[in-house]
């Protein structure tokens, strides 16, 4: 987006989901109880790998920073989502916009890493689990997840940066309840293809790579799994990976329905959206917790600690 007149435009105007006031009171509540679980269910899931010795593992504390970044998606768009459900005029600042945008931007391309790691950690721990001690160390896994959080923030910052000086002089509403990038494309009155390119040539090889990562590693551990003679030894093996491998289609399958369908407003793109900014962060601590017997022993065990402190 080329340097412009900044006068024009100085805040943007959400549609939001409905433009009924009742439908708008149901959406408050609605998105204000999954905001709260979602809250509830991460904030949970980190105390209690923080505070059970017996989750202090490499698994659990690569899961400890997919549960950050999702609190971090959850607290950079539903809050405001809330507010302009309350509120008759449904604005957002230029600057407040672009901050979303980053926020948004980052955490999902962080994650989009921090998936491929934790599928290569389930590689060793399924396929080699003599070596998994030797190979998965915790100066690995800490390289490796500053790692993530370092590309993920050059994947954005390289978005962001031609963003930052725009010439928005067009209509300033976005058909949606949050700030995203492709959303910012059909305001500009500036010649934005270079940013479109720029977001294609590095988003794709971003969501590719770490997808091609997370296929190389689970191809042999399916192969694994399969070769198990016992049936139970099948399905605690199983067990082990079921939780991450549906974060990671729930992740992927939400960012590609928003991200590679047309900007148009209509419905069915603005349910996309709210797939991918509001489920991933409320269902990942749920597919850990209810699908995890260590995770569902060590709640069990953080809160007894807790009931018992309370009663003394």
């Given amino acids: 987006?080329?340097?412009?007149?900044?006068?024009?435009?100085?805040?943007?105007?959400?549609?939001?989901?409905?433009?009924?006031?009742?439908?708008?009171?149901?959406?408050?509540?609605?998105?204000?109880?999954?905001?709260?679980?979602?809250?509830?269910g991460n904030l949970t899931l980190l105390l209690v790998i923080?505070?059970?010795?017996?989750?202090?593992?490499?698994?659990?504390?690569?899961?400890?920073?997919?549960s950050s970044l999702d609190l971090c998606f959850s607290l950079a768009t539903v809050p405001k989502l809330l507010e302009n459900l309350l509120s008759q005029r449904k604005t957002i600042s230029v600057q407040g916009c672009l901050a979303q945008v980053f926020f948004v931007f980052d955490v999902g391309s962080t994650e989009a890493c921090l998936l491929?790691?934790?599928?290569y950690d389930r590689y060793f721990a399924?396929?080699?689990?003599?070596?998994?001690?030797?190979?998965i160390t915790s100066k690995l896994c800490n390289g490796l997840v500053w790692g993530s959080w370092g590309l993920g923030f050059l994947d954005t910052f390289i978005n962001?940066?031609?963003a930052m000086s725009p010439d928005f002089c067009k209509d300033q509403s976005i058909p949606h309840?949050?700030?995203?990038?492709?959303?910012?494309?059909?305001?500009?009155?500036?010649?934005?293809?270079?940013?479109?390119?720029?977001?294609?040539?590095?988003?794709?090889?971003?969501?590719?790579?770490?997808?091609?990562?997370?296929?190389?590693?689970?191809?042999?551990?399916?192969?694994t799994i399969l070769s198990i003679?016992?049936?139970?030894?099948?399905?605690?093996?199983?067990?082990?990976?079921?939780s991450h491998l549906t974060a990671v289609l729930l992740s992927y399958g939400s960012a590609f329905l928003r991200y590679f369908t047309p900007t148009s407003g209509?419905?069915?793109?603005?349910?996309?959206?709210?797939?991918?900014?509001?489920?991933?962060?409320?269902?990942?601590?749920?597919?850990?917790?209810?699908?995890?017997?260590?995770?569902?022993?060590?709640?069990?065990?953080?809160?007894?600690?807790?009931?018992q402190y309370f009663r003394s």
């Fill in 177 to 223: 309840f949050s700030c995203e990038l492709p959303s910012l494309f059909p305001l500009s009155c500036s010649d934005v293809s270079t940013n479109f390119t720029i977001l294609i040539c590095s988003s794709l090889p971003h969501g590719l790579v770490t997808c091609v990562l997370i296929v190389c590693s689970y191809t042999p551990i399916v192969s």
């Fill in 160 to 162: 962001i940066l031609p």
């Fill in 1 to 40: 987006m080329a340097l412009g007149n900044h006068s024009t435009v100085t805040e943007f105007i959400l549609l939001g989901l409905s433009a009924d006031p009742h439908v708008q009171a149901l959406f408050f509540v609605l998105f204000l109880m999954i905001y709260l679980q979602t809250l509830l």
């Fill in 116 to 119: 491929s790691v934790m599928a």
């Fill in 266 to 307: 209509s419905p069915l793109e603005l349910v996309f959206s709210v797939q991918y900014s509001v489920v991933p962060p409320l269902v990942n601590p749920l597919i850990y917790s209810l699908k995890n017997k260590e995770v569902k022993a060590a709640v069990r065990r953080t809160f007894g600690k807790y009931r």
């Fill in 50 to 66: 923080r505070a059970d010795s017996r989750l202090h593992t490499p698994m659990y504390f690569l899961l400890s920073h997919l």
């Fill in 229 to 242: 003679s016992s049936s139970s030894g099948r399905s605690k093996a199983f067990s082990t990976c079921s």
């Fill in 126 to 135: 399924i396929c080699h689990p003599l070596l998994y001690g030797q190979k």
